[in-house]
């Protein structure tokens, strides 16, 4: 049963670091198609891999989201990552927005001054990157979790005890359909909620409140 997923230890970063870097690889090596690394500013960098399914995956989640967050065909795309907003991206109706945090005051504010709708968008890159949760432009009630690839865990980060929806802890994620890089309730250290589902059926993510870590995010 889905309960016992409670009797699996942890998969934390440590881990990944420890098997630098392609010691937790599922899959031989010639079936990893992409890779991606982390900086390594914290410490040693984390190297995650993506067989040819899991980039099929990672597109399909990606436009489900972009769907939800109310993307349509025929709509242009200004991604501005790394790129900074100049004049190109003035004509931009949805900012999908992740890596930071955004007050319900600061998206108020972005959205009035550049008449767009500011959507939530969450990933982390030992799951699969954007597209593990994303907000509805229905309802713009939180983060809407792809279940279905993705299931999630809330614990206490203390004791590690499972806690149940509606309660405030740490979110653990464990992939279901992912190959190259599977995770095991991976803690990701994001402190937050699980909600019902509202614009879709699948539970919601609360506005995070923070990190089990208390990482300090300075200049990005």
Sequence with gaps: ??????????????????????????V??????????SSGTTGKPTVV?????DVALWAGVMARSIFAAGGRPGDLLHNTYGYGLFTGGLGLKL??????????????????????????????SEIIGPGVAME?????????????HFYPEIIDPASG???????????????LT???????RYR?????????????????LDKFAGRSDDMLIIRG
Aim: net charge neutral; aromatic share 8%; hydrophobic share 40%.
């Design 1 to 26: 049963e889905l309960s016992d997923l409670a009797k699996f230890p942890f998969t934390t970063k440590h881990d990944l670091r420890d098997n630098y870097p392609f010691g937790m690889f599922a």
């Design 28 to 37: 031989p090596r010639e079936k990893i198609v992409r890779l991606h690394a």
């Design 49 to 53: 891999g993506y067989t040819q399914a």
């Design 95 to 124: 900012a999908l927005a992740g890596g930071e945090p955004c007050t319900r005051e600061m998206r108020a504010a972005i959205e009035a001054r550049m008449n767009l709708h500011v959507m939530g968008c969450y990933g982390l």
């Design 136 to 148: 509805c432009f229905e309802t713009k009630d939180g983060l809407t979790i792809w279940e279905d």
């Design 161 to 175: 005890e499972v806690l149940p929806d509606g309660k405030f802890g740490e979110l653990v994620i464990t992939t």
């Design 178 to 184: 992912k190959e190259a890089l599977p995770m095991i």
């Design 188 to 204: 990701t250290r994001d402190l937050t909620r699980l909600l019902p589902g509202t614009a879709r059926p699948m539970r919601r």
